[in-house]
């Protein structure tokens, strides 16, 4: 039996969606430090690979979306306009409550309310500096050695770098020739083998933009497969196939993070590469529970848990030092402060801190980020002196044609 796209004349991966919420919220188990009986796993600890996901992610979606839609300098524009306002809101504004808490801590130490910590305000990673790299999406180049401010917001700044070249390569016409997936391919698993082994580790924020602009192009590399035509092979291949394909492949995506660390974790690499091309197909058992409605609500979120979970770890881990009086020492290995509570306790702040990321995401998700979506809208329209809704339907139905070739 053939299984027949479900996607049904939309310009959405719905699997892609919900498998974004999963990595996001994973990432936020892998932020979590206290002690407890589940991030310390190896799985969780090697969470920080869903960034790299997540760059996969971006590059197939926006080249489905957009490589037949960047045509000139205004479609260009539009793109880069539409971006914009897609990341820089929320990250504007999880960047001026960081430092209206650093502005606090800097009364509070001076009125002699609180004693000094480890780290004096606006100093190291929250600088004035690298205040000024955050305003300006900077903080995730190669010149920070550290994550800033809100520390998960490096990934954003090397996102919107891979926006720009991504918009150049298609605008001109680069992507069409015909060594350009080649080559792309080459230096993408260079740069990767090369973090490996420099580091013995993909986690190196220092090495951001080469993580975000090798799985970027291996993102486009996997719509460029999926719309030629052994993409349609695949996609041609009875329901069972395509289903022990997916269970096949996010058993080894599992296994690899729960038994593997060190260099050799760059074996994930190609592992999420193959997730994508199977699940992108919206078919098979794991799909369809990445379809479910729970897992698309947290799909809806994914940038705001992104984006908010390290202000509210932090918030609770001043909560827990200043006003409960956990004491503190350093980890020997990680050097990372640990809280001096026990699992259980530990096991109760985990769920606890989920259910207000989560509550604060779906009303960050609601007042900000779909609102500045549609200002941007609005915005390059105004600009451009078209109409929205017209600038909006044509958008529409060159996306629908791009996303099912």
């Known amino acids: 039996m053939v299984f027949r796209d479900t996607r049904e004349h939309t310009d959405r991966f ?31 600890k090697n969470g920080y690979l869903a960034v790299d996901l997540f760059f996969i992610l971006s590059g197939f979606v926006l080249y489905a979306r957009y490589s037949g839609v960047i045509k000139d300098a205004l479609s260009l524009q539009r793109f880069l306009c539409l971006r914009f306002f897609r990341v820089y809101p929320l990250h504007f504004v999880m960047l001026l409550i960081f430092v209206a808490l650093e502005l606090v801590k800097a ?59 991504f918009s150049l390569v298609v605008v001109t016409g680069i992507v069409r020739c015909k060594a350009f997936f080649a080559a792309g391919t080459t230096l993408a698993t260079v740069s990767y083998c090369a973090l490996a082994f420099a580091r013995n580790t993909l986690d190196a924020v220092d090495w951001g933009l080469a993580r975000c602009l090798a799985g970027f192009f291996f993102g486009m590399l996997i719509f460029h497969f999926a719309a030629g035509a052994r993409g349609k092979q695949l996609l041609a291949q009875p329901t069972a196939v395509i289903g022990a394909c997916e269970i096949a492949v996010v058993m080894a995506v599992v296994l690899t993070m729960s038994l593997v660390s060190g260099g050799a ?9 193959i997730a994508v091309v199977v699940l992108q197909l919206d078919l098979g058992p794991i799909a369809r529970i990445l379809m479910s409605v729970p897992i698309q609500l947290l799909g809806r979120i994914s940038y705001s ?35 001096q509570i ?41 600009s451009s002196g078209r109409n929205p809704g017209q600038i909006r339907r044509r958008g529409e139905r060159q996306a629908v044609a791009n996303a099912n070739p």
Request: charged residues 10%; hydrophobic residues 55%; proline residues 6%.
């Open 342 to 382: 026990s699992v259980w306790i530990g096991d109760a702040l985990v769920v606890a801190t989920v259910l207000v990321v989560l509550a604060t995401s779906a009303v960050t998700c609601t007042l900000i980020e779909e609102p500045a979506r549609s200002f941007g809208r609005r915005f390059f329209a105004s």
């Open 265 to 273: 974790i760059l074996t994930i690499v190609p592992l999420f590469i």
């Open 107 to 165: 009364i509070a130490l001076h009125s002699g309310w609180v004693m000094a910590g480890q780290q004096m305000p606006f100093t190291g990673g929250k600088s004035y500096g690298a205040l000024i790299a955050s305003v300006f999406l900077f903080q995730g180049l190669p010149i920070w050695s550290q994550p800033t401010w809100n520390f998960p917001s490096w990934s954003i700044s090397c996102e919107f770098v891979a926006y720009l070249v």
């Open 14 to 44: 719905r699997a892609l969606d919900g498998l974004r919420g999963m990595g996001a919220l994973l990432v936020v188990l892998y932020h979590f430090q206290y002690p407890n009986h589940v991030t310390h796993v190896v799985f969780v």
């Open 305 to 339: 848990i992104y984006m908010v979970h390290a202000f509210i770890l932090l918030a609770l881990s001043i909560g827990l030092k200043r006003i409960f009086r956990i004491p503190v020492i350093n980890d020997p290995v990680t050097q990372m402060p640990v809280f």
